[in-house]
């Protein structure tokens, strides 16, 4: 049997192909389009997957939208009536939208899908509900028979966070909580107010927490959180505006916290660090008492998270170091894209009720999320050659070799191998790598490679035989979605002159033997990289740690600030000639950036808008 | 017509069909905001819509 899900037409469209229960292939559709966070329907990561499978649209036997938009439309009207007259301008806005094609989303996609088959059959378009989507996506590609399952984000359809509980074929929402009570959208909130955008400036707040105290965690707990013991909570609507208005927060938050809004070229101070850190304090609380009470109400010893919370790698390591649950698996697409898996994989056992197929090991059904397309030798070299590119092709061995050795000469290096990631983290297939040691890597890469001065470090890929040894922590981590600290032998003792350092060059000190990849509370994003799922990535750390004595890597996502991750060979070799990557590895073709022709050098810097 | 039908139908599922006289107003305002604006853009905050 064969499923394809489908995600999008609000943000981060995306297809998936489950056949037979495995997934077959997933892909977001920016990584086509060019246009980050692609939001319309997704046509071309379809022809993807459909490509996958060698299938036509109408041989397959279900289509499965991620969300119910009729539900939806009930929660507008409601939450209108319920907040009357005072939304009128946010009605104003919805309504038009609503009325000329939200509303007829079925017959949208019937179109956009007899586009691609004008012999599909509107029948067998199918519909689920959006936090079940993100709960099937957790728990069916999950290691686990048995399991609870967490989803939090800012809004489905009226949920915001659900418990469900997935045994076998069989997932079953519990509990729900409802909009306008969302964690999502409480960290969204603390988004907006610090100056960042919503819905993608989140991780941005994330990085900014350790900076600060969270000096109005207590606050917030006070006047805008009623938060239960069993974690489920409410928020004070006096204080938020995303309900009745168009901004998320209102002039009486401003004042309880006593600064007006910031920004986007106002300074961060302070005050907006300490911001994040309560925010995010706040959440890991939550989180907590949601994964301690589920697991003393279940019983169940594993626990699944999606929904785009689940990003929050900060409060997932947290959640793994207090062992409230015996295992913990996070989809790594925990975000909307992830909705079109999870769509698939709810079509395929809960609607035609298959069972799950067996599971090699006990490892997770994701193959890493290696899940994208990739390209054999001669369409690289093709590609390659009509972008004017000078290449050469090595075998395996040497091919290693050569790129090993750049990054133990500290040089920026584009890696473009296999199968594309799924969901937002570049885990080794279309990645910047670095040498971690080396003191200059973090400021080289954010300033002449990814054209971003960011409050985060970048992350490490580590083998996952040597992960102990250099953090502490001994667990996978193949998707980078737990924090863990760097192993207290090999962190440096900051003088109280580096201390009182402010914001980006307190994190310029380096503060341990790989300070690129070393925040400035020791913490650090980790990967670990499995031989079985990624053997030449593997091969080459390791080749690396032979050279070097260091099994890590620094792995960042390969595309510069506002870009979407790179696709194809040519969008390689286009990111390349617009930075200052100086090596380009992509599939066993070599590329230096000083042999290449200096008049395909491009501007990059401001082909793409800011995130 | 398949629209209508299949609306009718959610609404007697969800038992909503309080909502009706909600819904009329709204296309009623609706209709009017379509007519007079001619472009209709999405609030730039978090996509409740």
């Known amino acids: 049997m064969r499923v394809l899900g489908i995600s999008g037409l609000y943000h981060d469209s995306a297809a998936a192909l489950v056949v037979d229960g495995v997934i077959a292939a997933a892909a977001q559709e920016e990584r086509f389009t060019r246009r980050k966070h692609d939001a319309d329907f997704p046509a071309k990561a379809v022809d993807y997957c459909l490509s996958v499978a060698g299938c036509g649209l109408d041989e397959l036997d279900a289509v499965v939208f991620y969300d119910k938009p009729f539900v939806k439309f009930e929660r507008l009207l409601e939450t209108y009536l319920a907040v009357a007259p005072r939304g009128f301008n946010s009605f104003r806005m919805a309504m038009p939208l609503w009325l000329r094609e939200k509303l007829f989303q079925k017959s949208i996609l019937g179109k956009e899908l007899r586009k691609i088959a004008p012999g599909f059959d509107v029948e067998k378009l199918l519909f689920t509900e959006h936090h079940l989507s993100h709960a099937a996506s957790a728990f069916y590609p999950s290691p686990f028979d048995d399991a609870a399952v967490l989803t939090m984000d800012g809004v489905g359809e009226w949920a915001t966070m659900t418990l469900a509980i997935g045994s076998g074929k069989d997932l079953k929402i519990h509990k729900e909580l409802h909009f306008p009570h969302s964690l999502g959208l409480l960290y969204s909130a603390v988004t907006y107010y610090t100056g960042f955008k919503v819905n993608s400036g989140e991780y941005k707040v994330m990085g900014l927490a350790p900076y600060g105290e969270p000096r109005f965690a207590a606050l917030m707990l006070d006047k805008l959180i009623d938060l239960k013991p069993d974690g489920s909570f409410h928020l004070d609507q006096s204080y938020f505006n995303y309900a009745s208005g168009l901004t998320m927060t209102n002039e009486r938050f401003a004042a309880l916290f006593g600064q007006s809004v910031r920004q986007p070229e106002q300074l961060l101070t302070q005050f907006h660090m300490d911001m994040a850190a309560s925010v995010q304090a706040v959440t890991e609380e939550i989180v907590l008492r949601l994964a301690r009470s589920v697991r003393a109400e279940t019983g169940q010893k594993n626990l699944c998270l999606a929904g785009g919370v689940a990003l929050n790698c900060v409060a997932n390591g947290k959640l793994l170091r207090e062992n409230v649950f015996d295992n913990i698996w996070i989809q790594p697409a925990a975000g909307d894209a992830g909705g079109a898996l999870g769509a698939a994989l709810a079509g395929y056992h809960l609607y035609a009720g298959h069972e799950r197929p067996p599971r090699s090991g006990n490892g997770d059904a994701m193959q890493g999320s290696y899940l994208g397309p990739s390209f054999s030798q001669a369409e690289i070299e093709a590609e390659l050659t009509a972008a004017g590119a000078r290449f050469e092709t090595l075998d395996d061995a040497a091919l290693i070799e050569t790129t090993a050795q750049a990054l133990a000469d500290g040089k920026a290096v584009g890696w473009m191998q296999g199968r594309m990631e799924f969901g937002p983290r570049a885990l080794g297939s279309r990645s910047i790598l670095g040498d971690p040691r080396s003191p200059q890597m973090q400021k080289t890469l954010n300033l002449k490679v990814k054209y971003r001065e960011s409050f985060r470090p970048f992350a490490p890929s580590v083998l996952r035989e040597d992960v102990a040894d250099w953090f502490e922590i001994d667990e996978d981590s193949p998707y980078m979605l737990l924090v863990a600290d760097v192993q207290k032998g090999l962190r440096r003792e900051m003088s109280e002159a580096e201390k009182a350092l402010f914001g980006i060059d307190k994190l310029n000190v380096p503060r341990s033997t790989i300070p690129a990849v070393t925040h400035v509370d020791y913490s650090a994003r980790i990967q670990t990289v499995h031989a079985d799922t990624n053997p030449r990535y593997h091969a080459l750390i390791s080749r690396f740690k032979a050279l070097t004595g260091c099994p890590v890597v620094v792995n960042t996502s390969f595309n510069v600030r506002g870009e979407p991750i790179v696709c194809s060979a040519s969008d390689a070799f286009r990111c390349f000639m617009g930075s200052e990557i100086e090596l380009l590895v992509v599939g066993n073709s070599v590329l230096r950036k000083e042999e290449q022709d200096p008049g395909l050098k491009l501007d990059y810097k401001e082909s793409f808008e800011l995130d | ?49």
């Not at chain 2, 039908?5 to 909502?19: Q, V």
């Not at chain 2, 819904?23 to 996509?47: D, E, K, M, R």
């Open chain 2, 1 to 49: 017509m398949s629209f209508l039908r299949e609306f009718f139908r959610f609404m007697a599922a969800r038992k909503k069909f309080w909502l009706v006289p909600v819904l009329l107003i709204s296309l009623l305002f609706g209709g009017l905001l379509v007519l007079t604006h001619g472009s209709a853009v999405a609030p730039f905050v978090y996509t409740l819509f």
